[in-house]
């Protein structure tokens, strides 16, 4: 018999098979084995096909409404530039008032699953649409000697407590090339609540930075205690240590990190990343006329964005079990939500962080730091036109 006979012989003798009663099932089975040729497992298998149910999925029922998440979490997850799963769990319960009232009252059932949902799960349900991200750049950190015998090192900033300690360095919108004049960025990040601002100046002599900083400390809401930089000329300058050491009402205690050792800025350097190159990229900024459309967007838009409603990670223990570091962290919250706990910012200073926060709406925040990004990025292109034709 030939495969064509076997086939139409098994449609034949499938529905008789199925009909019939188990010692009845016994005789057509011996019949078709005979006739056809077959192993007696595979010919059960053949003419039962169609009378089983699905197989249903091992391991107990979803518990989550994947297609109905999935929207939300995907427009939650883009608004927050691609937070990580343990940072995002974090952040939607201060983002989902927002999006409702954007788009609308969300099911009761839907609401419970987001505010209840695990990283783990996150990660799972978002991995269709993860997005890569750009590589490194060029660092433009280059070594101040003048200094650093009078300037104290200090390396171990984890176990701060109190407000006010930050971290600084400058990121150099370079390009390819450390050549002529560019734009850099001043960052600055506060040890103990992760509060981070960032300023943009026309190249990175003392004066600009000096400028900056002032900027910077009159929009902070806790006063500057110390500055911890790296071994660049920006920072190890007579013109920086005059400032610290004269700095009114207080000194200012200035310290720097171990040359070539850029883990002990660790807070800080991290930023350079997720603040300032995911903002503006690597492409080179050599036009001044960008420095005040930036400090714009890093003094309102960006920095109200970044430490009012993105949460991070803070280290609350380290130890070192035979050749590893082993960390454990706290739960992630805002930089804003951090010194709201604190018990070194007096209640006057509290009272006007929370009535900023409740003037401020993330998704706002989002749309206008891209409207201002599509303003420097044009201006960026119009220079890079004209240097050509030059």
């Given amino acids: 018999m030939g495969i064509k006979e076997r086939r139409i012989y098994l449609v034949a003798i499938r529905k008789r098979y199925q009909a019939a009663s188990k010692t009845a099932k016994a005789a057509i089975l011996d019949e078709f084995c005979a006739v056809c040729g077959y192993h007696r497992k595979s010919a059960i298998r053949l003419l039962a096909k169609g009378d089983r149910k699905p197989r249903r999925r091992p391991g107990r029922p979803p518990r989550y409404q994947r297609e109905a998440l999935l929207p939300v979490l995907k427009q939650l997850w883009l608004a927050t530039d691609q937070m990580c799963s343990k940072k995002l769990v974090a952040a939607l319960p201060l983002w989902l008032p927002f999006y409702e009232r954007r788009e609308g009252s969300l099911d009761d059932d839907l609401r419970a699953q987001l505010l209840a949902i695990s990283p783990a799960t996150l990660d799972r349900l978002l991995a269709p649409v993860k997005l890569a991200l750009p590589s490194r750049g060029r660092c433009g950190t280059k070594p101040g000697s003048l200094l650093r015998n009078q300037i104290p090192i200090r390396t171990s900033n984890w176990d701060i407590t109190r407000p006010g300690f930050v971290e600084a360095d400058t990121v150099a919108h370079c390009g390819n090339s450390l050549a002529g004049d560019f734009i850099w960025s001043l960052t600055l990040t506060d040890i103990s609540s992760g509060w981070t601002e960032c300023r943009a100046m026309w190249n990175n002599g003392a004066t600009g930075v000096i400028a900056q900083i002032k900027d910077i400390e009159a929009h902070l809401a806790f006063p500057l205690e110390a500055v911890d930089c790296d071994n660049g000329s920006e920072f190890l300058n007579h013109h920086l240590v005059r400032y610290f050491g004269e700095h009114k009402p207080r000194k200012i205690k200035f310290t720097r990190t171990r040359p070539y050792r850029k883990n002990d ?46 949460p991070n990670l803070k280290l609350k223990h380290k130890e070192r079990r035979g050749s590893r570091y082993h960390k454990t962290y706290y739960p992630p919250q805002t930089p804003y939500q951090r010194l709201l706990d604190s018990p070194d910012l007096s209640q006057d200073q509290k009272d006007q962080l929370i009535r900023y926060h409740e003037s401020l709406d993330p998704f706002k925040l989002k749309k206008q730091i891209e409207r201002e990004l599509k303003a420097i990025f044009r201006l960026v292109s119009v220079t890079r036109n004209v240097r050509k034709r030059l």
Avoid: M, W
């Avoid at 660790?266 to 990343?273: G, R, S, T």
């Avoid at 190159?277 to 714009?296: F, K, M, T």
């Fill in 265 to 310: 800025n660790a807070h800080v350097e991290q930023k350079n990343y997720s603040h300032v190159r995911h903002l503006l990229g690597y492409d080179r900024l050599e036009d001044s006329a960008l420095v005040p459309l930036i400090n714009h967007l890093y003094t309102h838009a960006f920095s109200a964005y970044h430490n009012h409603f993105c």
